[in-house]
């Protein structure tokens, strides 16, 4: 592969320009504004023609890696293809051109997928009612419990300020917890990887505000005992919420409300085919159980007396405001076509065949990868590390291996349950050839590993950069662009 | 394999303590630098904060990981290492030459609640 690391300055040479603008075009406004409000000097922005910027930006594509290149197994967050179908509806000039602030009248149909989407995801889930607008799994899972708060609050029982979160939890749940104002109660695993209820027990009374759990956890793990801590924290007054990160082994077969659930959020991007955006336009929409569906965040779509959907921003039990208008309208189209494609029947395929895929894996690299909880799991499993532990080789050391054959690395160190850790999840996408070339890899780098230490330790050799220094990178970062040159 | 040292305490949560008078002067055991790779930050307390026995004083940040530091006893900070604000690998170097903060402690029985160096190296064979 090229190496490629310009930027778009470093290519800028003054006066080269692909397109011009009218000159002078806007004074008449620009006499409007402040003197405060005028720039001074043209900004400092790159002047290269159009081949020079094509070039560029193809050339930095193709530094990438992504599904569209190959596997990419990595743990929790459901890497699957992304049809591009979903591209082609979401590029349609009807939906594209869209303005938020348009009358209601005039965005019918964009509305009525808003409406649709929420009707399929609450039928997926078995939630009453959904909002679609936070914008990511985080976002989600603050409005999920700014949801959970504002129940408590509107019921008067203010002491409920704190919330409970497994030790094998996904840390963006204590993090949501905390930005939402919640102390963080830990419970513990049991030996098999799942919540302990008997630790669970003496945490609940009248000051919790719910238990957050993902199901199947972060080991891939199904929390069996659910429906009892279902009862026990319902019992106590806390709610339940379901972090839907999880969700992609249960589509179509299992429903969190059915297993006691009362909020959740569900990442478009893992389950539902949408892109992973590298911190782009993300959507984690949010489903609530009936009793708390007037909390849901405004606006909220509602269809009216006059027969017409309306977008309602203001209701005096709502939660609040999480976005300005209604959540990342492209995502949710993406992920409305995704499950129109796959319909009633093929939807109930997905999970199945993620969980296949997933102890196909397993079962055929236990013997050479430590596999600490050995038991049928869901659509993903955690290693902890080669099985032959005196070679010294780590876990980091088996994923930058790995990028030398072609495949991305799994999530390593993650759950932090055990020291070596590498979570891999296949998704349903993939075929049993990949599957089989993924695992003939794993199996030739375990060898690797004792016959030639070396070659995993020195890892990568073939990609465009070597070995990073993460530590000196998180030590003495370099942020500024100036700090290079 | 890890080292532990004689003559100190140790907690469940790998920090450990040498006493001083009255003072308690708290680090990471070398089982847990070891654990955490190349540290890349170190959160500490300020001097005169009151800490609580098996309460979060800080923590410790890896590129793999971050993870809070608990008080093996209750008291006053008396003391931090600010040389770990600027060089926080100084624990991964030797984690028992160099201390995180100094205790002025409130109730030295405590003490008696931590292992010592064979006990703790039995828990950590187990991890």
């Known amino acids: ?485 | 394999m890890a080292k532990t040292v004689e003559g100190l305490y140790y907690s469940e949560s790998h920090e450990w303590v040498k006493v001083e008078g009255n003072v308690a002067i708290v680090g990471i055991t070398d089982f847990a630098q070891h654990a955490m790779g190349d540290l890349s930050y170190v959160d500490m307390p300020e001097v005169d904060d009151e800490i609580e026995a098996g309460e979060e004083f800080g923590a410790v940040e890896s590129v793999k990981a971050a993870s809070d530091l608990f008080s093996p006893v209750s008291g006053t900070v008396v003391e931090i290492n600010e040389a770990l604000e600027d060089a926080p690998e100084l624990l991964n170097e030797d984690a028992f030459e160099n201390w995180i903060i100094k205790v002025e402690m409130s109730d030295p029985s405590q003490l008696e609640a931590l292992m010592d160096a064979a006990a703790y190296e039995a828990m950590c064979a187990n991890e």
């Open chain 1, 1 to 485: 592969m090229k190496y490629y690391d310009k930027l778009i300055f470093d290519l800028s040479k003054e006066g080269r320009q692909g397109y011009s603008l009218p000159s002078r075009k806007w004074n008449a406004v620009l006499a409007d504004l402040p003197a405060g409000l005028v720039r001074g000097e043209e900004p400092a922005l790159p002047q290269v023609s159009e081949l020079d910027a094509v070039r560029h930006y193809t050339n930095l594509s193709q530094m990438n890696f992504g599904v569209d290149s190959g596997f990419y197994p990595l743990g929790s967050c459901t890497m699957k293809y992304n049809p591009k179908i979903n591209e082609e509806i979401a590029a349609h000039p009807g939906f594209a051109g869209v303005h938020p602030l348009q009358p209601d009248a005039t965005v019918q149909g964009a509305l009525w997928v808003y409406e649709q989407l929420a009707k399929s995801l609450s039928e997926i889930t078995g939630m009453a009612e959904f909002t679609l607008n936070p914008f990511a799994g985080a976002h989600g899972e603050l409005t999920g419990l700014m949801i959970i708060r504002q129940y408590h609050m509107a019921r008067g029982d203010e002491k409920r300020t704190r919330i409970i979160v497994p030790d094998s939890a996904h840390g963006t749940n204590p993090a949501s917890a905390a930005v939402c104002g919640l102390e963080i109660v830990q419970v513990k695993s049991k030996e098999n990887g799942l919540v302990d209820v008997e630790d669970l027990k003496p945490l609940l009374d009248d000051t919790i505000a719910g238990i957050m759990m993902t199901n199947p956890n972060t080991l891939g793990l199904f929390e069996k005992d659910i429906k009892e801590i279902a009862a026990l924290v319902h019992e106590c007054g806390g709610l339940l919420y379901y972090d839907g990160a999880n969700m992609n082994p249960l589509v179509g077969m299992v429903r969190p409300g059915d297993m006691g659930f009362d909020v959740l959020h569900l990442n478009l991007h893992k389950t539902f085919s949408t892109p992973h955006g590298g911190g782009g336009p993300g959507a984690g929409p949010v489903g609530v159980a009936a009793h708390l569906a007037p909390y849901l965040p405004v606006p909220k779509v509602v269809r009216g007396e006059d027969g017409l959907l309306h977008m309602v921003g203001a209701d005096g039990e709502a939660c609040g405001r999480v976005s300005g208008f209604m959540g990342n309208f492209g995502v949710l189209l993406r992920a409305f076509t995704y499950i129109l494609m796959l319909g009633n029947e093929n939807v109930k395929m997905v999970g199945p065949l993620a969980v296949l895929g997933a102890n196909y894996i397993k079962e055929s690299l236990k013997d050479c990868f430590e596999l600490p909880i050995d038991s049928v799991c869901k659509h993903e499993f955690v290693f902890d590390g080669l099985k032959d532990k005196s070679t010294e080789v780590t876990t980091l050391d088996v994923a930058k291996r790995l990028l030398d054959y072609g495949f991305h690395a799994p999530t390593i160190y993650f759950p932090l349950l055990f020291h070596q850790a590498i979570m891999i999840e296949p998704t349903e996408t993939e075929s049993k050839e990949t599957l089989d070339g993924f695992i003939e890899i794993m199996k030739h780098i375990a060898a690797e590993a004792i016959e030639d230490p070396e070659s995993l330790k020195t890892a990568p050799h073939t990609t465009p950069v070597r070995r990073l220094d993460e530590t000196t990178a998180a030590r003495q970062p370099i942020l500024k662009y100036k700090d290079i040159i």
